[in-house]
């Protein structure tokens, strides 16, 4: 179902419930694996994939539809997805090494993010990244989303993000060549 059709059938009292599970099923798995992939524990994930579908339900009727209603889930998601890493880092008054340690860990325990020796290799130096760079790197590389439509969720010049996103790469690439 397109999206136009399910906010039409969201604003009607007597289809808002199916209308709000199409859109649940239609984009929880791209949600839940852009949160994955910054929060890395499935656990976790699953939690901030719920808070961004209860903070749609509760907003979709303000929804203006000045972007694309995928673009405004995704925006909820990387927002739950930073406060969640910030919150972390301040509840349990952790450095950002610390934090990215415990996210280590995480990927080297977990087989779906793993992968073979390469792929482990390349998590861990993505997930040396500052957030925001990973959060960048992440949408270009692996959700293979264009600058402007990352523009449009972040609220970042296109050039702001091509540079952050060369600059991940470089990181990235020095990591990979240590060893």
Not at 17 to 41: E, P, S, T
Not at 69 to 85: H, S
Request: hydrophobic letters at 40%.
């Amino acid at each position: 179902m397109e999206d136009k059709e399910l906010l039409e059938k969201f604003a009607q009292p007597e289809s808002r419930n199916l209308a709000f599970n199409q859109l649940v099923r239609k984009y929880q798995q791209q949600v839940y694996w852009h949160v994955r992939k910054m929060v890395i524990d499935h656990d976790d994930a699953d939690d901030l994939t719920q808070e961004v579908f209860i903070k749609v339900w509760k907003n979709l009727e303000n929804f203006r539809q000045d972007a694309q209603l995928y673009t405004w889930i995704y925006r909820i998601a990387t927002n739950e997805c930073l406060t969640f890493l910030s919150s972390k880092r301040r509840k349990f008054f952790l450095p950002i090494n610390d934090v990215t340690a415990e996210l280590l860990e995480k990927v080297e325990a977990s087989p779906e993010l793993a992968g073979d020796e390469i792929q482990l290799k390349l998590q861990k130096a993505i997930l040396r990244l500052p957030d925001k760079q990973r959060l960048v790197f992440n949408m270009k590389y692996f959700d293979e989303m264009k600058y402007e439509e990352m523009s449009e969720i972040l609220g970042t010049s296109v050039g702001a993000l091509k540079a952050s996103y060369h600059i991940a790469v470089k990181k990235i690439e020095e990591y990979i060549q240590q060893d």
